[in-house]
Nanobody
């Protein structure tokens, strides 16, 4: 079974930057989307950024212009560069991949303080 392993994250101050990465343990069959969600209550996780088929990046409105998602297919990796961080960006970021089925990572904590 494919495993998604996140790295990076940690603590930053408002206006700072962090980078989080996610690596799949093996190539994902039929991969058509990979990216990041933020953990929410009742298994409702709002999307933060995704790269979908055609290498199209999709962002939630409140991170546009601040976050940049990129993918390295050869390394089975997706990365999220987060700039101009805000307190409200705080949360657990979950790596997500959709191929023949949806896969989720365990999450990495991002904490932004004033």
């Amino acid at each position: 079974q494919v495993q998604l392993v996140e790295s990076g994250g940690g603590a930053a101050q408002t206006g700072g930057s962090l980078t989080i990465s996610c690596t799949a343990s093996e190539p994902i069959p039929g991969l058509n989307a990979m990216g990041w969600y933020r953990q929410g209550p009742n298994n409702q996780h709002p999307m933060v950024a995704l790269i979908v088929k055609g290498n199209i990046a999709i962002y939630r409105d409140d991170v546009k212009g601040r976050f940049t998602i990129s993918r390295d297919n050869a390394k089975n990796t997706v990365q999220l560069q987060m700039n101009a961080l805000k307190v409200e960006d705080t949360g657990v970021y979950l790596c997500y991949a959709r191929g023949e089925r949806a896969e989720w990572g365990e999450g990495t904590q991002v904490t932004v303080s004033r």
